[in-house]
């Protein structure tokens, strides 16, 4: 092998290598920058799951006439029908079944 076959070789080989290293330093990166939205996402979920407790338990019916009688809102006569599920109702009458 002549000697400049043998640096075209060497090079080659020595390209080869930097490219390898390059790939797997960018592989290195992108899993850093997913394992951050991962966290990120999971964060944003606990997040959305604490509001939506949070809904549930401001709109049960104590809550809600507690709000009534705090900011003294009147309310119609209807609205003891509005907090109990009435025997007519579909909705409430599949639940029972």
């Not at 002549?2 to 390059?22: E, F, K, Q, S, Y």
């Not at 899993?31 to 049960?60: F, G, K, N």
């Amino acid at each position: 092998m002549t000697p400049t076959r043998a640096g075209v070789a060497l090079l080659l080989v020595g390209m080869v290598c930097l490219t390898v290293v390059a790939l797997r330093a960018e592989k290195v990166r992108v899993e850093s920058r997913i394992q951050a939205h991962t966290t990120e996402l999971i964060h944003c979920r606990r997040r959305v799951w604490s509001l939506q407790m949070e809904i549930a338990r401001l709109r049960t019916p104590e809550r809600i006439q507690q709000r009534i009688e705090r900011f003294s809102l009147t309310v119609g006569a209807d609205f003891g029908r509005l907090l109990t599920p009435r025997a007519d109702n579909e909705a409430f009458a599949s639940l029972d079944d």
